[in-house]
């Protein structure tokens, strides 16, 4: 035989051979995959909430030798593969920190079905909450951080991050003294973290801060003094109207930051107290920033939670916001009436003076700012029928005007508030360490329970609840703090699941900032600036002007929730 006869032959016999090898090997695994046995359920709270990283041990009852183990995923389900060896008696053990252990002794007919390699579903298994020192550790952590951002002992940054200090080293120090003082591990505290709102707050800064160097915000009080004509009541709302769209779709910390100096100025040029301008200001961006999803941090934080889009808080919102903001013009008319009546019309110099603070300084970027920001509305608002994330809209906004105008990269860098996302980062663990405890489920079981089933009570609660607990609580960690509560809410109360809570404290925590200094980051803003101008805003004068704003506020905006849900 030739050798390349002979070569062609052995090639054959070995792909032949190679591919049976292959066959069989491959009929093996799939038989042993097919005959592989699962122990699988659901694990939730008394809540019906799932319970994320509970262990789930397979033991031989008789000798308590671990078999397999596995751990909940996010929607509280496991699978527990078998082992080939089955013993005549097993049990499963489920252990969560936090949690009464559970011990369950399968039964002589489920251990023969396993036998016969067919997989089996436990009953769903509820795990009852245990209180734990680690449990009043957390919430006195949790009360620390609220008073020292109340008090402006600290830097609000700096409180939160004292507060997770405090949280991992009772997790990691404590717990070498006693095993009840754990809370949770790094890992597990940042699942708390929602990325959705750091990176939907680091892109809007970037695009703010490309906006503001064209000069747009100063150029706007400018137009705004000279539609007015110099009669300040014109002016009042039309400050009101400008700062307060700017803040819907912008930032209300941002704005005021830009708004506040040229008011003062316009205010000194008419003669009368900047306060009589800047407090209606400021409370109109409280207002309407709840019309859209990045006017307030505290939607933001809402619309990740319940995934609310941005679409949706416009449908639902805005002509409730714009009936309240009806309100608070006329209320902020008739508490600076005396102000407004005495203003003068400022002189030829003190006009050219404004004219040249409001000049557009770089018309070409705020052209192509303009381009870009219309895109990402659109984007906003269209995005969630194809799943696109608000963060990666303004991420993509951020990208784009960075490389079309070219700024100085650094500056767009530093322009980026690391402290706010510092503060979010950290405010995320904090109100984490009570929702792992059980603080968050306590009060929400006690809410439950005075509202009943009636979804009236529930969103009047809600409402009156968040808007005045946020003129003493600042209103970022409160409403962090009430997603889950009004979560459980909207699936327990018969009427609540279009999501209306949701909307209900979004109104109440923005709203409800205005009844004090305190109530919003906007505010205290606002107060920095003025102070340093000569013309400090108290906390009691604050109060003694925005409690009724609160009150007028909300109450109409309440009403059309009502109409508009019920």
Not at 265 to 272: N, V
Request: hydrophobic share 55%; with cysteine; net charge negative.
């Amino acid at each position: 035989m030739k050798p390349i006869v002979r070569n062609s032959l052995l090639s054959l016999l070995v792909i032949i051979f190679s591919f049976s090898v292959f066959v069989v090997t491959s009929q093996v695994e799939a038989q042993d995959t097919i005959q592989q046995a699962y122990l699988v359920g659901l694990i939730e709270d008394h809540q019906s909430e799932p319970i994320v990283g509970a262990d789930v041990i397979l033991q031989d009852a008789d000798s308590g030798e671990d078999l397999a183990a596995t751990e909940t995923e996010s929607d509280g389900r496991f699978a527990l593969p078998i082992p080939p060896q089955i013993p005549a008696a097993m049990s499963v053990q489920i252990e969560r920190a936090h949690f009464e252990n559970v011990e369950m002794r399968l039964q002589v007919s489920s251990i023969e079905h396993l036998e016969r390699g067919e997989s089996l579903t436990l009953s769903r298994v509820t795990l009852e909450r245990k209180i734990t020192p680690a449990f009043w550790v957390a919430a006195m952590v949790f009360l620390v951080v609220l008073v020292l951002i109340a008090t402006g002992l600290f830097h609000n940054t700096l409180a939160t991050l004292i507060g997770v200090t405090l949280v991992f080293g009772f997790s990691y120090l404590g717990s070498l003294v006693d095993d009840g003082l754990f809370i949770f591990d790094f890992e597990r505290s940042l699942q708390y973290v929602d990325w959705n709102v750091i990176f939907l707050i680091m892109g809007m800064m970037i695009v703010i801060a490309v906006v503001e160097d064209t000069g747009i915000f100063q150029w706007l009080a400018f137009v705004a003094y000279r539609l007015s004509q110099g009669r300040a009541y014109v002016l009042l709302p039309i400050l009101m109207l400008f700062t307060g769209v700017a803040s819907a779709f912008l930032d209300n910390v941002t704005t005021m930051l830009l708004m506040t100096p040229i008011t003062v100025q316009i205010a000194l040029a008419m003669g009368i107290n900047p306060l009589a301008l800047l407090i209606p200001e400021v409370m109109a961006s409280n207002v309407i920033g709840v019309s859209t999803l990045v006017g307030t941090p505290t939607n933001i934080l809402i619309g990740s939670f319940a995934e609310i889009s941005f679409n949706d808080f416009l449908i639902n919102l805005t002509p409730g916001v714009l009936i309240a903001f009806a309100g608070l013009v006329v209320y902020s008319a008739l508490i600076y009436r005396q102000d407004l009546r005495d203003a003068d019309k400022p002189s030829e110099m003190l006009m050219e003076r404004l004219a040249e603070r409001g000049k557009i300084e770089d018309a070409e970027n705020l052209k192509k700012a303009g381009i870009v920001f219309a895109g990402m509305i659109v984007l906003f608002v269209l995005g969630e029928q194809f799943h696109l994330l608000p963060a990666v809209t303004a991420l993509m906004g951020a990208t784009t005007l960075l490389v079309w105008i070219r700024p100085d990269i650094e500056a767009m860098i530093e322009a980026v508030d690391w402290t706010t996302l510092v503060f979010f980062l950290a405010l995320f663990i904090t109100v984490g360490a009570i929702q792992e405890v059980g603080l968050i489920s306590i009060i929400a079981g006690v809410v439950g329970r005075l509202v009943g089933e009636s979804i009236v009570l529930a969103m009047i609660g809600i409402t009156v609840f968040s808007a005045v607990l946020s003129t003493v609580i600042a209103n970022i960690p409160f409403t962090a703090a009430m997603l889950p509560v009004v979560a459980f809410l909207s699936r327990t109360v018969p009427g609540a699941e279009s999501k209306m809570l949701f909307y209900c404290l979004s109104v109440g925590s923005a709203m409800g900032g205005n009844g004090s200094l305190i109530g919003a980051s906007a505010n205290m803003v606002t107060a920095g600036i003025a102070d340093s101008a000569g013309y400090p805003i108290s906390y009691g004068y604050f109060l003694k002007k925005g409690f009724p704003a609160l009150l007028i506020t909300v109450a109409l905006a309440l009403i059309w929730l009502l109409i508009h849900f019920l």
